[in-house]
């Protein structure tokens, strides 16, 4: 049977697709805007919690994105706690755990002076171009990023060197999971 030659998707059909996608990187309903970026959500009185953008590191579709990228999925779902404007997801493969944490700080200048404290105790690092606004993977190939008001780091120290399947060394993993988290913040922006 003869195949006909593809064509280009239709405009409406293109935009339903990255329509898709983006509604991909959603996080569960949070207090506050649907949509908000990571950084300060605190008053002097009151902790509101995680930004929605945090929350995305542990739920919505970044788990299954990072499950289909690395070919494996954690033991138990992935599981996030809240601390001194820290969220923590830990992920906890089989063979080792995955730490993203978020640190929503008050402003950028903050965030950065933050990221730069982090750098200077990190040793040696090799600089990351396109990722946030600063990045970097340490030796160990975690990953920490620099956007706005938030310092995201993927700790991937306790994983063996190589990981996945097909197995990837650990700064292939980081970076991977810096990027896909990154994606969703910028699709999600207000």
Request: with cysteine.
């Amino acid at each position: 049977m003869p195949t006909r030659p593809s064509r280009p998707l239709p405009r409406s059909a293109a935009a339903l697709l990255l329509t898709l996608a983006a509604a991909a990187c959603a996080a569960p309903p949070a207090p506050g805007p649907a949509a908000a970026p990571p950084g300060p959500r605190t008053s002097a009185a009151v902790d509101l919690g995680p930004s929605p953008a945090s929350l995305m590191v542990c739920a919505g579709s970044v788990p299954t994105q990072l499950a289909g990228a690395f070919g494996t999925e954690p033991a138990t779902p992935p599981a996030g706690t809240w601390a001194q404007h820290l969220y923590t997801c830990t992920y906890p493969y089989a063979e080792g755990p995955l730490l993203i944490t978020v640190k929503e700080l008050a402003d950028r200048a903050t965030a950065g002076a933050h990221f730069e404290g982090l750098r200077g105790s990190a040793g040696p690092v090799t600089p990351v171009t396109g990722l946030g606004d600063a990045a970097y993977t340490q030796a160990d190939g975690s990953t920490v990023v620099l956007r706005d008001g938030s310092v995201l780091t993927v700790d991937v120290h306790r994983l063996p060197e190589r990981f996945g399947r097909p197995p990837r060394s650990r700064a292939n993993v980081s970076v991977t999971v810096a990027t896909t988290v990154m994606i969703c913040w910028k699709e999600h922006a207000p």
